[in-house]
């Protein structure tokens, strides 16, 4: 089974951008799908991006499409978080998690991940 590592993150003004890694080892990357999730004190963790194992497929929340963009690099076993256009309202912990098995509506639930990274803070300032 993998690990995940995060990486990025930190502060940055709104209207900025950061990007995120994530990166894998200890098992065969590119049989995993991948999404990110942000979490809020008190609040569930939210769904807000995914990637299919080959790359051919993403998804995002609508509150990120369009700003965000996920990517991945199986050969550096690393998925990537582009970030732009920062909003005060993207300012949470960010994970990073796998999921073996089909690519589909699956993707949204925190749920049906195996394997989650240790998480990295983004605060966006106004």
């Known amino acids: 089974q993998v690990q995940l590592v995060q990486s990025g993150g930190g502060l940055m003004q709104a209207g900025g951008s950061l990007r995120l890694s994530c990166a894998a080892s200890?098992?065969?990357?590119?049989?995993?799908?991948v999404g990110w999730f942000r979490q809020v004190p008190g609040k569930q963790r939210e769904f807000v991006a995914a990637?299919?194992?080959?790359?051919?497929?993403?998804d995002y929340a609508d509150s990120v499409k369009g700003r965000f963009a996920i990517s991945r690099h199986n050969v550096e076993n690393t998925v990537y978080l582009l970030m732009n256009s920062l909003k005060p309202e993207d300012t949470a912990v960010y994970y990073c998690a796998a999921k073996s098995g089909p690519y589909g509506s699956t993707m949204f639930s925190p749920d049906e991940y195996e394997v989650w990274g240790q998480g990295t803070q983004v605060t966006v300032s106004s």
């Open positions: 990637i299919s194992r080959s790359g051919r497929y993403t």
């Open positions: 200890g098992g065969t990357f590119s049989s995993y799908n």
